[in-house]
């Protein structure tokens, strides 16, 4: 007398070979993917612990991440090197040119310096002379000018 | 179910951390038991191998969702059970749930072990699971080969603990007849 578990059991044993060689094959597929991911964890700690890598780390993490955002960056920059060369090559020659005119740019201000003085000179006379045309205020006035009762 | 040894749920807690021989011995411990049952509901046996082989990964892939660790067969089972499912590529359909046989279904019917059938019952009993419809078949299957409760079959096989109890109890009843029937 059997079980119908012992009877159905009994009936599959002969598939138990090629159940082995999948059991094995899925244990060394799982074994694979131990050593594989350990492998990986170890590299990666001894790369953290080396200084080239740090090295390498940065440049990969700071510029090679961000590459598009350096290289944009440094065309801006270019650009505007560019731009503020071609406006300093479009200013006229500075006052290495115009020494000879040096006499003449004189006279000309000596004569700016004249005509400030005249033009300033009738402004302030009249104030001197002529008297406020507004009342000065009742503290201006003085003492002697109350009447004690 | 059968009883889960402590050291199979050690076992489950060595394949958590990725131990190879903790795999090995728990597929050792499932390969038959599931081949059967993946066999006896598919009849194909290259096609059974297969579903044995991407049960075995994904239970090595998947491990982090098993909850409890005394309940690997039966997540074991369920996975497979899926495969079957995705196998034949036919929408699950539910069954109404009889509640008139619900009420008549015997509470002390004996268990797995105790059904005890003559050399000459062996291949009317293989006649009777072909004979049954699928969804009879595979909870009578997990019933026998494993021994899982209602409840585990019910969650390998994603159906209610009622329409279980009641596919149970038809395929009990039609095995029942077939012992007494023989002389």
Redesign the interface.
């Known amino acids: 007398m059997k079980t119908p578990r012992q009877i159905l059991l009994e009936r599959h044993r002969a598939a138990e070979t090629k159940l082995d060689r999948i059991r094995q094959d899925v244990v060394a597929q799982i074994h694979r993917s131990q050593q594989s991911d350990e492998a990986v964890t170890s590299s990666q700690t001894d790369d953290r612990r080396s200084p080239e890598s740090f090295v390498a780390r940065l440049w990969l993490e700071l510029i090679w991440v961000n590459r598009s955002f350096w290289a944009g960056l440094s065309a801006v920059w270019l650009i505007i090197l560019a731009l503020n060369q071609a406006a300093a090559e479009g200013v006229p020659a500075g006052p290495a040119g115009s020494m000879a005119d040096v006499p003449a740019m004189l006279a000309i201000v000596q004569e700016q310096k004249r005509l400030a003085l005249d033009l300033s000179e009738p402004a302030i006379r009249p104030s001197l002379e002529t008297p406020r045309p507004w009342p000065r205020p009742r503290t201006d006035l003085g003492l002697s000018n109350l009447q004690i009762t | 179910m059968l009883a889960v040894s402590e050291s199979e749920q050690t076992l489950v807690l060595d394949a958590r951390t990725?131990k190879?021989e903790a795999?090995?011995a728990l597929?050792?411990r499932y390969?038959?038991?599931l081949?059967?049952y993946v066999?006896?509901l598919v009849r194909n046996?290259q096609a059974?191998?297969d579903i044995?082989?991407e049960s075995?990964?994904n239970a090595?892939r998947y491990l982090e969702r098993l909850q409890v660790d005394a309940k690997f067969g039966s997540w074991l089972f369920s996975i497979a059970h899926q495969k079957c499912l995705q196998h034949w590529r036919k929408p699950k359909v539910e069954e109404p749930f009889d509640a008139a046989e619900f009420e008549q279904l015997a509470e002390d019917d004996p268990d797995?072990?105790?059904?005890?059938?003559?050399?000459e019952q062996?291949e009317d009993?293989?006649r009777l699971l072909n004979q049954l419809p699928l969804p009879h078949r595979s909870v009578l299957?997990l019933h026998?080969?494993e021994?899982f409760s209602l409840e585990e079959i019910a969650a390998i096989t994603g159906t209610l603990l009622g329409t279980v109890k009641s596919r149970l109890h038809y395929a009990k009843k039609a095995?029942r007849k077939l012992i007494e029937d023989t002389p």
């Open positions: 990725g190879p795999w090995d597929f050792r390969q038959l038991p081949y059967v066999f006896e046996e059974s191998l044995v082989q075995f990964i090595a797995p072990s105790e059904w005890l059938l003559r050399k062996e009993l293989m299957l026998f080969i021994e095995l």
